[in-house]
Each structure stands twice: as structure tokens, then as C-alpha cells.
């Protein structure tokens, strides 16, 4: 069995990346630039925010916070992204999700300039990756996507079932493994992997068990721990772990501990590969922001 190390691929990218811009910086150009916006106080937004805030210093992307309190109007929101569409010296920039309830986030996410939409999750950048047309893509399928590439393990007409439909994984994975490889187009990530036949799975699904049994890969993005069991899974199957949930666990400092969607113990005897959480999906999904920032700011 496989471990698919997101913790040690991160690292290498990382690595690499801060090589790629330090050969940038030393031409004179400045460092790339990420703004992250964050609303409110979520305990686990603010971690995120913090690991992507450490990962940018790493790699020497210039990142800029933007704190507001949860009670920030819609307006004032929408008001910064517009400023930050039109300021030249800010490459990329995030809004971290989720927002209060009393802001729309489809409302948001429209109204970022897709040129600067490095999670890659904004109408016009979704639409013009289903089409194939050049678009930053969205961090965590193409964080997955990288993640395959690195350990070899092919797409092109395998079976792959994705479970889960968010328009921040479900989908655009989806999309990112049926599409025809796009190597050749401008201002795109080199994208090797693609030509999967893809099934989308979610909770409507009838007989969830027996469609992941006929996949060569299944990606699980639901937020229900032990979702995936070792029954649901081929001998020799790929198994990726998008999810993050809080369990209760005394024995943790924190009271808590971060488990994935897969009942890793009875899988892991199956599977020919999976990749952990944590240290599967999430490092790579950091690592895939900091290429869409590199990316938009090569692209401008
Ligand atoms: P979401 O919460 O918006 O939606 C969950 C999806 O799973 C829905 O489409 C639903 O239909 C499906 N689903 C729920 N229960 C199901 C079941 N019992 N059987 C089949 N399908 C079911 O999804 P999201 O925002 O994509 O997040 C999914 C998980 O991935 C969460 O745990 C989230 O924290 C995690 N996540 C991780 C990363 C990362 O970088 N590692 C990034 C994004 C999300």
C-alpha cells in the first residue's frame, strides 16, 4: 500500500516554489502578492488562514490579512474585493470561507476579478475551466490532481467516484478528471492528468457501496467521518481523503482531533494507496494556492 504523503509533496513544491520566486525576485521583479480576507472568528477558519499566511513566508509571497468582525456589512465587503480587483499590487486574493449567514457568498465570490480568483472558485473561473478555456484552478482539486501526478497513478480511462458536490471540491473535481488533458493552452497549470470516466456520488446516492466498488480511484469530500468503510473499496483502488472533521477525543490537549471521511484502518488494508488526513489533501491544497498566486502574478 501507498501512503500518498500530501505532508512531504507540500514540502518538495514549497521548495521548489521558493526557488522559482527567489530567481524572480533576484531579476528585480517583486514578490508575488496574496490578500487573504477573513470574517468573524471561526476557530478552524483562523488556522487555515494562519498555515497559508506561514506557508506564503516560506516560499516568499508577500501575504496581506484582512481581519473583519462577523458583523461586517455585505456592502463593505463587497466593497474591499472591488478595491483589491483594481489594486496593482496585489496579484491574488481569498475570501475564506465559510461567511456569516447574513452575507451572500455567492454574492462575493462573483464579484471577484477571476484573474485574481487564486482559489480558483468564482463563477467565471469554474465556467471557464468546464470549458477549457485558461483559468486558475480550484486549490483543492488541483492540490489532488497534483498529488496523483507526483505518485503516478494515471487517470485516463479509469473509473473515479467522487463523493460529494460542493462547488469547492465535488465539482471542479469532477470537471478537472473528465476533461481531455489542456497542456498546451496559455496561463494554465500544466495539467497532465484528465480522461477519467467520472461518477459524481452525494447523499441522495442509492447504493453508495456498490458504485465506489467498481472504482479504480474514490475521492471522498462529504464531512462524514468513516464515511468510505473497507467494504466500499476495490482491491488495489486509489483512496483520497478531502475530509477534515473535529471528533471529541479526551486524550488530545485540544479536546479534539481532526479525522478525514474514510475509516483509514480498514481501507488502508485494501487500498493500493490513500492518502492520510491529516497530512494528505490539506498541505496540497495550501501548496496549490501558492501556485495559483505565482501563476496570477506570471500571468499579469
Ligand atoms: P459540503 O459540506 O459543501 O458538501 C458535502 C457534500 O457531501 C454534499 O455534496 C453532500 O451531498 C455530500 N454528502 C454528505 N453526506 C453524504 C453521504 N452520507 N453520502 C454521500 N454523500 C454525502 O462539502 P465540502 O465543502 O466539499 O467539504 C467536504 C469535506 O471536505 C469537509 O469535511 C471539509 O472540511 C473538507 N475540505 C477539505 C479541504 C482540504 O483542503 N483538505 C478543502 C475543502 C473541504
Known amino acids: 500500500m501507498i501512503l500518498l504523503d500530501g505532508k512531504k509533496v507540500a514540502a518538495e513544491k514549497r521548495a521548489n516554489l521558493r526557488e522559482e520566486i527567489t530567481a524572480i525576485t533576484a531579476k528585480g521583479h ?38 473583519y468582525e462577523a458583523d461586517i456589512t455585505e456592502d463593505t ?48 473561473s469554474m465556467g471557464r475551466s468546464v470549458q477549457g478555456l485558461p483559468a ?65 456520488c452525494h447523499s441522495k446516492t442509492e447504493d453508495l457501496s456498490s458504485i465506489c466498488r467498481t472504482a479504480d480511484i474514490i475521492i471522498v469530500a462529504a464531512g462524514c467521518p468513516n464515511l468510505l468503510r473497507g467494504e466500499m473499496v476495490k482491491p488495489g483502488a486509489t483512496v483520497i481523503d478531502v475530509g477534515i472533521n473535529r471528533v471529541e477525543d479526551p486524550s488530545s490537549p485540544r479536546g479534539y482531533k481532526l479525522v478525514g471521511d474514510v475509516d483509514y484502518e480498514h481501507v488502508a488494508l485494501v487500498a493500493g494507496a490513500i492518502s492520510p488526513v491529516p497530512g494528505g489533501v490539506g498541505p496540497m491544497t495550501i501548496v496549490s494556492l501558492l501556485q495559483n498566486t505565482l501563476q496570477a502574478a506570471l500571468n499579469r
Open 30 to 67: 517583486r514578490a508575488p502578492s496574496l490578500v487573504i480576507i477573513i470574517v468573524g472568528h471561526n476557530p478552524a477558519s483562523e488556522t487555515y488562514v494562519a498555515n497559508k499566511i506561514k506557508a506564503c513566508d516560506e516560499v516568499g509571497i508577500k501575504a496581506t490579512k484582512i481581519a
Open 77 to 124: 465587503l463587497l466593497e474591499t474585493v472591488r478595491r483589491l480587483n483594481e489594486d496593482s499590487s496585489v496579484d491574488g486574493f481569498i475570501v475564506q470561507l465559510p461567511l456569516p449567514e447574513h452575507i451572500s457568498e455567492a454574492k462575493v465570490l462573483t464579484a471577484i476579478d477571476y484573474r485574481k480568483d487564486v482559489d480558483g472558485l468564482t463563477p467565471m
Open 136 to 200: 486558475i484552478p480550484s486549490a483543492t482539486p488541483a492540490g489532488i490532481r497534483s498529488l496523483l501526478e507526483y505518485y503516478h497513478i494515471p487517470t485516463a480511462g479509469k473509473h473515479v467516484v467522487v463523493i460529494g458536490r460542493s462547488n469547492i471540491v465535488g465539482k471542479p473535481m469532477a470537471i478537472m478528471l473528465m476533461q481531455r488533458p489542456y497542456l498546451s493552452l496559455p496561463g494554465m497549470s500544466a495539467a497532465s492528468l484528465g480522461d477519467a470516466t467520472v461518477t459524481i
